[in-house]
Nanobody
Framework: QVQLVESGGGLVQAGGSLRLSCAASGHTFSTAAMGWFRQAPGKEREFVARISSSSDSTYYADSVKGRFTISRDNAKNTVYLQMNNLKPVDTAIYYC?????????????????????WGQGTDVTVSS
């Protein structure tokens, strides 16, 4: 069983930056893709970013391209989300998720149902 714990959220003014971390337990991390999702009040959980197990591939939602960067440190079993130029629309609970699927279809990487483990989330609030 894999456990994921997010941290690094908080309150920041528009234009500011935050770096989220997600620490994973277990042996699956180094061979699994990791994703970040977010969920704003009253909205569905939405895809933010994904990184492959070896960091050779990354994917981003259009809404965060150029502002957010996903990275990972397999030696530390940790995935990061560097968020720059934050906007009020980025306000949400941010979740990290682990996808064990090898050779995952690109068409499926944005679907929460494709991910096997989830963290508890960390709050990000961006004020105007």
């Amino acid at each position: 069983q894999v456990q994921l714990v997010e941290s690094g959220g908080g309150l920041v003014q528009a234009g500011g930056s935050l770096r989220l971390s997600c620490a994973a337990s277990g042996h699956t991390f180094s061979t699994a893709a990791m994703g970040w999702f977010r969920q704003a009040p009253g909205k569905e959980r939405e895809f933010v970013a994904r990184i492959s197990s070896s960091s050779d591939s990354t994917y981003y939602a259009d809404s965060v391209k150029g502002r957010f960067t996903i990275s990972r440190d397999n030696a530390k079993n940790t995935v990061y989300l560097q968020m720059n130029n934050l906007k009020p629309v980025d306000t949400a609970i941010y979740y990290c998720a682990l996808d064990r699927t090898r050779a995952q279809l690109v068409a499926r990487i944005r679907e929460p149902s494709e991910y096997d483990y989830w963290g508890q989330g960390t709050d990000v609030t961006v004020s105007s």
